[in-house]
């Protein structure tokens, strides 16, 4: 079983930086997509970075030049640093880890940290 966990979140002020971390266990197999989505009130949830585990990225275009994703495929862990927070980043972060395996994807979720920006 295929267990995330979070950390990092917290209240910033607009323009500041937060680091979020997620460390996967469990049964991994590689390769692997990992990755960050986010979900404000009444929205839906959005996919912010994912980072394949051969180095591939993808970002929303509303964070790009903002935020930074990386991984250490050792440690089974990825990273969102996150630069020039405005409001509109307030959300709860969910990490994810998505594995193919044949014609079937297998999505794991964190339990979600909450990023509050606010002066």
């Known amino acids: 079983q295929v267990q995330l966990v979070e950390s990092g979140g917290g209240l910033v002020q607009p323009g500041g930086s937060l680091r979020l971390s997620c460390a996967a266990s469990g049964r991994i197999f590689s390769p692997n997509v990992m990755g960050w989505y986010r979900q404000a009130p009444g929205k839906q949830r959005e996919l912010v970075a994912t980072?394949?585990?051969?180095?591939?990225?993808n970002y929303a275009d509303s964070v790009k030049g903002r935020f930074t994703i990386s991984r250490d495929n050792a440690k089974n862990t990825v990273y969102l640093q996150m630069n020039s927070l405005k409001p509109e980043d307030t959300a709860v972060y969910y990490c994810?880890?998505?594995?193919?395996?044949?014609?079937?994807?297998?999505?794991?979720w964190g339990q979600g940290t909450q990023v509050t920006v606010s002066s």
């Open positions: 980072m394949t585990s051969g180095g591939s990225t």
């Open positions: 994810n880890l998505r594995v193919q395996s044949g014609p079937l994807t297998y999505d794991y």
